[in-house]
Structures are given as C-alpha cells and as structure tokens.
C-alpha cells in the first residue's frame, strides 16, 4: 500500500516559476532514488532531474539552471523548484520514487499520477 502522489502543478506566464511537491506514503522500509519526468502530448517521456538518497542530483540539459531538485527524507518528499519557464515546459510532470516496502522488500518504482503544468501567456 505505496503511494505517491504529485502537487502544486498549474497555469504560469513565461518567466514565472512553480514548486512541484511529491510525496510518498505507505509502509515503507527506505526511499532510494527519487526523479521527476515529464510528457507532452505527442512527445517521449523524458527524464528532467533525479536525485539519490544522499542528495546526488543530475539533470536534463534542457532545464539546466533553470529547475532544482531537491528531498526531505524525513518527510518522504521531493521536490522541483522551476524557474523561467517557457512555454516549451508545458507538459505532464510524473513523480518517481524507487523504493523498498514491507510487503515488496526489493527495490521497486512508484509512480505518481502527474500534475499539469501549463506555461502560457
């Protein structure tokens, strides 16, 4: 009974900034990697940004400087802080937390829902 649900998505004009939230609930043992993807229609899903446990992070070239990952281990929580976006980051954005759980203790990926979010002016 994991779940991982995603937050704060919405309509912004180009240039203004969003602050998505994930967070993962359930019986738990131990969150390992955590990573935001997005998908527009029409396109591949594509990787934007993961992190580790200890907080290594990497990043899609096409947001580079612009969005930063960042986790709340406590809190079982994620986070992707964009800034300047463009209408060109229009797109689904899905959560993904790779975890262990009680009832499945070997390593498995959860994913979210999604949240929308639209930049246009």
């Known amino acids: 009974q994991v779940q991982v649900v995603e937050t704060g998505g919405g309509l912004v004009q180009p240039g203004g900034s969003l602050r998505l939230s994930c967070a993962a609930s359930?019986?738990?043992?131990?969150?390992?990697?955590m990573a935001w993807y997005r998908q527009a229609p029409g396109k591949q899903r594509e990787l934007v940004a993961m992190i580790t446990r200890s907080g290594n992070t990497n990043y899609a070239d096409s947001i580079k400087g612009r969005f930063t990952i960042s986790r709340d281990n406590a809190k079982e929580s994620m986070y992707l802080q964009m800034n300047n976006l463009a209408p060109e980051d229009t797109a689904i954005y899905y959560c993904?937390?790779?975890?262990?759980?009680?009832?499945?203790?070997?390593?498995?990926?959860?994913w979210g829902q999604g949240t929308q979010v639209t930049v246009s002016s």
């Open positions: 359930g019986s738990i043992i131990n969150i390992y990697d």
């Open positions: 993904k937390a790779s975890l262990t759980s009680l009832r499945l203790r070997d390593i498995n990926d959860y």
